[in-house]
């Protein structure tokens, strides 16, 4: 697919540096077995940079070379002394050579933009803009299990610190809830299958983290953290994915709620780690099915069990459940 005149750059993003990446791997493996789980694709050195105001934008690349090869440098001196990084351990050149070939080719095809004038103008002109969130709300660098977040913000705040969106413009949150629970990397997860049923899942849900392929954790559905990302999003609806998976499954949990010493968390998710272990979950329980639902595309024709595990859902919730995906094909889907 042609990507010309249809993929931008906002000229306030930021740039992503091989010594990012290094570094990245070596604040890692210096964690050892505390490690998050990170990429280590130089995320989070990245977000570091920006915050000490040392990193490159977009914008900086869009300059007069000599004065980005003159930024460039400064930075690179900066990255080398915060993380004891020398010349020697990633090719700067090479990736000089990279992001001239780069600034080129993006100025000449006019990719980079002012993103903030250009979302303004198209609510102005009337247009709708669709902003997909990459991260779930327990990754959230404020709200989620620190430390074991991403380092943005995966909220629906996000939209508006990262895009320049004012919060009126935002019209309607929708939440992209998976039938069962799964999280990539380290970190707790109090509804986590260590057995048969977690294996399960995780081979008939395919579930690989999309950028490094590591399996993911998978556990039954916890409400108690949707409905926490309900109170910090706003969510106007859910959409339900991968109900297929839960097929074969005789008895299926649902958690619905915490409990820490003796007080019922409803929604609310405890800051410390150590709460959050100590935690115990209470489950309700509820009937499977055993029919093929991947190419069912209408809720009157789902199994009678399937039926009662999404109304039961919202009901606990009480938010509408408006799509349900029933097997991996784009069309496996329907509108309830």
């Not at 990429?39 to 990193?55: H, N, V």
């Not at 000599?66 to 050149?93: C, H, M, P, Q, T």
């Not at 999003?233 to 008895?251: A, E, F, H, P, R």
């Not at 309700?284 to 009157?300: K, P, Q, Y």
């Amino acid at each position: 697919m042609d990507y010309k005149n249809r993929l931008l750059i906002s000229d306030r993003a930021h740039i992503v540096s091989d010594i990012q990446i290094h570094a990245d791997g070596l604040l890692e493996a210096q964690k050892g077995k505390a490690a998050i789980g990170t990429t280590k694709r130089g995320i989070g050195p990245t977000y570091a940079s920006k915050a000490l105001r040392i990193g490159l934008r977009v914008s900086d690349l869009a300059a007069d070379w000599g004065r980005f090869n003159e930024k460039y440098e400064n930075f690179v001196k900066e990255l080398s002394y915060l993380y004891r990084i020398s010349e020697a351990d990633w090719d700067k050149k090479k990736e000089l050579d990279q992001l001239r070939t780069l600034s080129e080719r993006m100025k000449k095809e006019k990719m980079i933009v002012d993103s903030i004038e250009y979302m303004a103008t198209a609510l102005q002109g009337g247009k709708r803009i669709i902003a997909e969130g990459a991260n779930a709300t327990m990754l959230d660098m404020d709200f989620g299990t620190y430390p074991y977040i991403t380092s943005s913000s995966t909220t629906v705040g996000g939209v508006c610190t990262g895009l320049g969106i004012p919060p009126q413009a935002i019209e309607t949150n929708i939440g992209i809830m998976k039938a069962y629970t799964t999280r990539v990397g380290g970190g707790p997860f109090p509804t986590e299958l260590l057995d048969e049923t977690g294996a399960r899942l995780q081979k008939v849900g395919h579930e690989f983290g999309a950028t490094t392929g590591r399996p993911r954790r998978c556990g039954w559905l916890d409400l108690n953290v949707v409905k926490f990302s309900h109170k910090i999003n706003g969510l106007t609806s859910i959409n339900m994915t991968k109900l297929d998976v839960l097929t074969g499954i005789k008895k299926i949990k649902v958690a619905v709620n915490y409990e820490l010493n003796g007080r019922i968390l409803n929604g609310s998710m405890p800051a410390s780690l150590e709460d959050l272990g100590a935690c115990k979950v209470n489950f309700i329980e509820l009937d499977g099915w055993n029919e093929d639902i991947s190419n069912v595309t209408d809720f009157a024709k789902l199994p009678r069990n399937a039926q009662n595990y999404i109304t039961t859902i919202e009901r606990e919730l009480g938010i509408p459940i408006t799509w349900v995906g029933t097997g991996p094909a784009r069309e496996a889907m329907f509108l309830k």
